[in-house]
């Protein structure tokens, strides 16, 4: 009985994934029957050419896993720093990843580099570089002597986001030919196909998540506050250093592909606490598939809703996130929902 | 020693006899195009392409202008002219995101992607297994001719080309002519868009609508922007007191009433005469054959008194 209840959530966020995973490979703007999908599978590896093979496998399916690996990265790093700032607005962004990635993806669209491996891979490259340099700015700047008090990152945080959205800005006014491209990646979305992409997130991915996912307890232990943690033997710096590395890398690299998706590292965590209560070493597994599911759904939402036009998704899950959140709220009926 | 190279040498006449036997067996196929394109890469079709997609306004017009139009599958979201463009299938391209799966499904021997494409993109294209060819933006009237030319090979119409480009020259040569003996030169400022009236968007140095006014017998007012596209401030517009504006941005809405009645512009010589012109900024901001008509426009608002 105790077994069953653990593991219902697990099946009902799986079986959310794996529809919203048939339907982003299945949805597009060239509809393909599940005759066509057979057809690709069929002609996989043999040298006949076929549209919707290349359409399946080439468009489709990287697109797909690249969106649920975001997703997932996203919503897991959003539960971490939640739980590690004790703070209900914050998300992965929220000491300048984002807006240092943004910075450089910008900056590296303003130079026109040549048409080899390394030009084509300047923009993730330096969206990467640039956004965990900027963590690495507001972490020294947070830091006085060995401790690392949250209230200081999160301050440095919005200060250094602050003047880098500023430069941003700056670059994208004196580069109007690139304004279209530096608007459409700051808003997010898949910005390169293929498989490259998904093969350059996987180590940090794996890496990083896997980390995070450790530090289930340690969340546990730290909603009690810095101080009655360290009491009960948590190396409170220790654990705060290591999910900002690992929630930092997770996420730079998650940005670097898909530009910045807003909204679903702030609610899923929230949704899921609403839903299982807060015990992180449950919250953050679970928001790893809820992430995934949610940012595959807006991403199929993104294709449909204007087709053939692709909308932004960072456009879409802020849009139909806002209102789905707010309705988990109002269905808790709980007077504080941040517990 | 002395035998391997009697041995490489009877392989090679042996290969050569080959080559000859079968080259000469086969019918004649069309010889292949092979050209470089705007990022240095190489790029080559079989046979002159017949199902084109056009990522970009610009290669729409140059595809129709020498003849190609009608192998044309796919063009981008923007492409509006000539009208028959607008029948064809798009594939996309606002916020500079195209429907990949739509160019895939078209099976189309030749994409003819643009400046405004990124190389990103060019490399996706590759990597589905589609041709692409990246046309670079001409800087001049004769660059433009180049990339006439190279639509034209690319797409089997180099002779209907070279009589286009003839005939485009000779309107270029006509202008420069007419204007040669012109003893003023009125200052113009062109209007990208003007919805902050204080600072509107404009053309400077290095643009077509900057080349194309000097060459109309006119002076950019903008021509010291730094920068190719920026916004001029009403104080500058004011000092330089333009005889004309021009409103490319009057496809938006924007009209000579409006500009006259914007706060403080009626100090400016062009509000004060009436000279301001709606102007059709798709002939100057796209860089295809239709610059020759913008350049020819230009001149009759310019200087009425040149027949």
């Known amino acids: ?339 | 020693m002395k035998r391997l190279s009697q041995l490489l040498l009877v392989l090679t006449l042996l290969a050569t006899v080959l080559v000859a036997c079968t080259s000469g067996a086969q019918p004649p196929s069309p010889s292949p195009i092979t050209l470089t394109d705007g990022l240095g890469r190489e790029v080559t079709l079989a046979a002159p392409a017949q199902l084109i997609v056009s990522l970009a306004p610009s290669n729409t017009e140059i595809l129709y202008a020498v003849g190609a139009g009608d192998q044309v599958v796919g063009r981008d979201e923007f492409s509006n002219y000539p009208e028959a463009a607008a029948a064809i299938q798009s594939v996309g391209g606002s916020m500079g995101d195209y429907n990949f799966e739509q160019i895939v499904s078209l099976k189309p021997d030749l994409v003819l992607a643009a400046e405004i494409n990124t190389p990103e993109q060019v490399k996706a294209l590759e990597d589905l297994g589609v041709t692409v060819y990246y046309l670079k933006n001409p800087t001049n009237i004769p660059g433009m001719f180049a990339n006439l030319e190279i639509v034209g090979q690319l797409t089997g119409h180099s002779a209907e080309v070279t009589a286009l480009v003839d005939s485009l020259r000779q309107r270029v040569t006509g202008v420069e002519a007419k204007v040669a003996n012109v003893t003023v030169t009125p200052r113009v400022f062109y209007e990208l868009d003007g919805t902050d009236p204080a600072k509107p968007w404009t053309a400077g140095a290095g643009t077509f609508i900057d080349q194309l006014i000097s060459m109309a017998g006119g002076e950019n007012v903008a021509a010291s922007l730094d920068g190719s596209w920026g916004q001029l401030s009403q104080e500058a517009l004011l000092v330089a007191n333009p005889d004309i504006i021009l409103l490319g941005d009057a496809a938006y809405g924007t009209t000579a009433e409006q500009v006259s009645a914007r706060p403080g512009w009626d100090a400016i010589q062009a509000v004060k005469t009436g000279q301001i012109v709606p102007f059709n900024d798709d002939t100057v901001s796209r860089p295809g054959p239709r610059l020759v008509d913008a350049l020819e426009e230009l001149v009759r608002i310019l200087h009425p008194e040149l027949k």
């Not at chain 1, 570089?129 to 700047?141: C, P």
């Not at chain 1, 928001?287 to 204007?306: E, F, M, N, P, T």
């Open chain 1, 1 to 339: 009985m105790e077994l069953k209840r653990t593991a219902r959530p697990y099946g009902l966020a799986l079986l959310a994934l794996s529809a919203a995973g048939l339907l982003s490979i299945l949805v597009g703007s060239v509809p393909l029957s599940f005759k066509d999908l057979l057809d690709g599978l069929s002609s996989l590896g043999s040298e006949v050419e076929n549209t919707a093979g290349t359409i399946l496998f080439s468009l489709r399916l990287p697109r797909t896993i690249l969106i649920a690996m975001v997703g997932a990265a996203l919503a897991g790093s959003g539960t971490a720093y939640q739980g590690l700032f004790r703070n209900p607005l914050a998300d992965p962004y929220l000491i300048g990843v984002a807006s240092g990635a943004g910075l450089g993806a910008v900056a590296a669209m303003s130079i026109h580099w040549s048409y080899t491996t390394l030009g084509l891979l300047a923009v993730p490259l330096a969206a990467f570089i640039s956004g965990l340099a900027t963590v690495a700015i507001v972490y020294a700047l947070a830091r006085v002597g060995q401790a690392l008090p949250a209230s200081n990152l999160i301050l440095a945080g919005v200060a250094v986001s602050s003047f880098a959205t500023a430069l941003t800005s700056f670059l994208m006014l004196r580069a109007s030919g690139e304004l279209r491209r530096a608007l459409a990646w700051l808003l997010g979305g898949a910005t390169m196909s293929g498989w490259q992409p998904v093969l350059a997130l996987l180590p940090y991915w794996v890496v990083g998540l896997g980390i995070l996912l450790t530090f289930g307890h340690a969340l546990n232990v730290l909603q009690f506050g810095d101080e009655q943690a360290q009491q009960l033997g948590l190396p409170v710096n220790r654990v705060r250093r290591w999910i900002i590395v690992a929630a930092s890398l997770t996420t730079a690299a998650a940005v670097s592909f898909a530009g910045i998706i807003g909204f679903v590292g702030l609610i899923i965590p929230h949704i899921l606490r609403l839903l299982i209560g807060p015990d992180y070493r449950r919250l953050l597994p679970l928001s790893l598939i809820g992430g995934a599911a949610l940012l595959l759904g807006a991403d199929v939402l993104a294709r449909v809703l204007l087709a053939p036009q692709e909308l932004p998704v960072g456009i879409v899950t802020a849009l139909a996130g806002a209102p789905f959140f707010l309705w988990v709220l109002r269905r808790s009926r709980q007077a504080n929902f941040w517990s």
